[in-house]
């Protein structure tokens, strides 16, 4: 038994010089000091000395396991540092080496185009109001006066959920529900997305944005109406544009009015972008209706008011010379990076 223990510790010293990986180590202890492995066959043998035999033959088979042990802890030892280096030098570094630029992003011209038309009506003392996208038929229409026959509630025109809840076609219902919730003074601008069955064009789509205002309090004039707007249109458009109104017919408001901003490209000379007229219709506005007041329980008696709204698309695409709406919603960062 003993010269079979030598062997075995002869083997195990031959194979484990051998060894050059953590795979290659593992095997050699599982078939040296493993439950199955040579050591174990051996001790298995120990039942077929004699009593004055198994000591010393357990003291050599100690040893023998002890010095395989060793041999497995050195070369255990050496193969983790050659790994580590190799580790090391793979995923080694060069800080020279010019990084991997990453591209900035940046606000869409939708969003600098609210956002600047928020900044300068704040800055006219207008607090921003937000209402839910999906409305009711009352808040979007009746409350609006909108008469039941009015084109704009037909299917054609409105996205209808059930009879009595639609997607909002403007942001007007926003203004509806602070008039229910609130007393004047109230001066507040509703920016959101809308949605009317427009077929996509180059100046159309189904999904859009507004900005639309509402000032009521006592004494209100269309004088303060028309003041507000030169001032936000000398903000937006620069300090030389000026603005027309032109009469028009809304249900929610009385007198009613389109309004133009003379043309940013060519100041109102004519150019192709005005097309030769030297205005540009922006928005529509007038003073708010008294049906509208008192379905929201304010008393036209005692208070006036103004209302506006307008496309954010339109300005936009005005700011920017931009022919076609389709290109805002396309998401093409060789479009998109140009703003």
Known sequence: MKQKLNEILEKAGNEISEIKDARMLEDARVRFLGKKGLMTEVMRGMGALSK???????????DVRQKIELLLAEVKDKVEKEALVLKLESEKIDVTIPGNKKGLGRKHPLTQAIEEMEEIFIGLGYDIAEGPEVETVFNNFDALNTDINHPSRDEQDTFYITDDIVLRTQTSP??????????????????????????????????????????????????????????????????????????????????????????????????????????IEILGAGMVHPNVMKACGIDPEVYTGFAFGMGVERAAMGRHNISDLRLLFENDLRFLEQF
């Open 52 to 62: 004055e035999e198994r000591p010393a033959m357990g003291k050599v088979a100690n």
């Open 174 to 279: 926003v203004q509806i529900r602070v008039m229910q919730n609130s007393q004047p003074p109230i001066k507040i601008i509703c920016p959101g997305r809308v949605y009317r069955a427009d077929t996509v064009d180059a100046t159309h789509s189904p999904v859009f944005h507004q900005i639309e205002g509402l000032v009521i309090d006592k004494g209100v004039t269309m004088g303060d109406l028309v003041g507000n707007l030169k001032l936000f249109a000398k903000n937006l458009f620069g300090e030389s544009t000026e603005i027309r109104l032109r009469p028009h017919h809304f249900p929610f408001t009385e007198p009613s009015a389109e309004v133009d901003v003379s043309c940013w490209v060519c100041g109102g000379t004519g150019c192709r972008v005005c097309k030769g007229e030297g205005w």
